[in-house]
């Protein structure tokens, strides 16, 4: 029986048998137990189904990781340590020394020094795309070698919205896969399968677990790709993995093949996997993951269309605002609404930018985004700061930038503190 989204955030994921917990356990558990050395042996081969080692797999993770797989229309899911675990996981499943990728300019700093800094290190390049260009202009970032397309749906801080399907079809025009980050819509506001996206990934710290208790991340595979078609790219996946007696993964798994490869030979092997309590509170988190969302943006909208209006503000990006160049995406993509994250500059460059979050009462600076409470951050001085000024301008994070994450709390009082804060500016 399929159930809607709202059902799933509740129900989803754990099923208890008869006289079982109501609530999903956490296994708090390393290891689990077995009768001969045989059964074990078959776990090991990937002959059987089965917990062994909670690296890399425990039944607490593996609830909360089918229910976000169910809420995004996947096939197949795994949890990670965090949200940075989960795109370097995405990517090296299907990228290794001497592969290309091709990234969207505008995403969260953490992703693009990952992929522009550190696994250049690794011998995988990188070539950062404007996601607004046409295209044709977008293609001429492609190369024979190029191994698969990231891209944020929101993007982390400058609030672009991406053309889901431009991206998606100039993917599979190249034999490569779509890969979006989907952290800020969360699939209650965006589900990119929908639009020819081929993978899913997600911080689940941020609203998913919605209280900022919780580091976790997500990977979510549509099965749509087409592995097999495209052998001479994919090899880690369509050749013998000789590491399991040559277990070729599209033949044994079918369309689980790329999360069963990124957990028992990645997760195997690097080990950032998430803890079985934060898993629990993650899941907590999911339950009302349905609630917050149209919360977080209708308070959102508001304050941004109080700050479009305010003679101490120099600009404004939210996407639910008609004065946005991304309006009309947002409608396509979003039309229930994006997330409460927006980005705006007060008057006096930078410096007004530090006067105003210094003279901010309620709302916090924090090193965080996406949470129950309202928070702010300047990305140039904070998350983007390891960019040169290049760097950031590509990256869409102007010098006067702030990052405004909108909580659920009473939006009166939320528009009251910033008014406030503004004075000093």
Avoid at 286 to 307: D, I
Wanted: aromatic share 8%; proline share 4%.
């Amino acid at each position: 029986m399929s159930y809607q989204k709202e059902t799933i955030c509740v129900q989803g994921g754990w099923q208890p048998g008869n006289g079982e917990p109501r609530v999903l356990p956490i296994y708090q558990s390393t290891t689990f137990k077995y009768s001969t050395s045989e059964e074990m042996g078959k776990l090991f081969d990937l002959e059987k189904d089965g917990y062994f080692y909670s690296r890399l797999q425990n039944p607490t993770n593996d609830v909360v990781a089918q229910k976000i797989c169910d809420l995004e229309g996947g096939v197949a899911a795994m949890l990670t340590s965090s949200g940075q675990a989960a795109t370097m996981f995405a990517v090296t499943n299907i990228c290794e020394a001497g592969d290309h990728i091709v990234c969207a300019a505008k995403v969260y700093g953490g992703t693009s020094n990952l992929l522009a800094v550190t696994l250049k290190r690794f011998g995988i390049e990188v070539t950062l795309v404007d996601q607004d260009d046409p295209k044709e202009e977008l293609a001429k970032g492609f190369r024979p070698n190029t191994k698969a397309v990231f891209a944020e749906t929101v993007s982390n801080p400058a609030g672009v919205i991406l053309d889901i399907e431009k991206f998606a079809a100039l993917a599979h025009e190249h034999r490569v896969p779509l890969i979006c980050d989907n952290t800020f819509a969360t699939p209650i506001h965006c589900r990119p399968f929908e639009f020819g996206a081929d993978i899913v990934t997600h911080s689940t710290t941020k609203y998913m677990d919605g209280h900022a208790m919780a580091l976790g991340g997500c990977i979510v595979d549509s099965g749509n790709f087409d592995w097999d078609g495209n052998k001479d790219k994919y090899p880690g996946l369509t050749t013998p993995d000789e590491s399991y007696h040559g277990v070729v993964y599209t033949e044994r798994f079918g369309k689980k093949a790329y999360i069963t490869k990124a957990t028992v030979q990645l997760m195997r092997d690097m080990g950032a996997c998430q803890s079985p309590q934060n898993a629990f509170l993650t899941n907590i988190g999911l339950e009302t993951l349905h609630l917050r969302m149209p919360r977080h943006y209708e308070n959102a909208l508001k304050v941004a269309q109080f700050l479009e209006n305010h003679e101490k503000v120099a600009w404004v990006e939210f996407s639910g605002l008609k004065s946005s160049k991304y309006y009309e995406l947002a409608q396509k993509y979003m039309p229930n609404g994006t997330c409460g994250v927006l980005s705006f500059g007060p008057k006096g460059g930078k410096e007004g930018a530090m006067r105003f979050t210094n003279a901010l009462k309620m709302i916090a600076i924090v090193t965080h985004v996406a949470d129950a409470r309202s928070c702010v951050l300047h990305p140039a001085s904070h998350t983007h700061r390891q960019l040169n000024e290049e760097q950031l301008l590509e990256a869409g994070v102007l010098p006067d930038l702030i990052r405004l994450s909108v909580g659920i709390e009473n939006v009166d009082d939320i528009i009251a503190d910033l008014d406030q804060a503004l004075q000093a500016v």
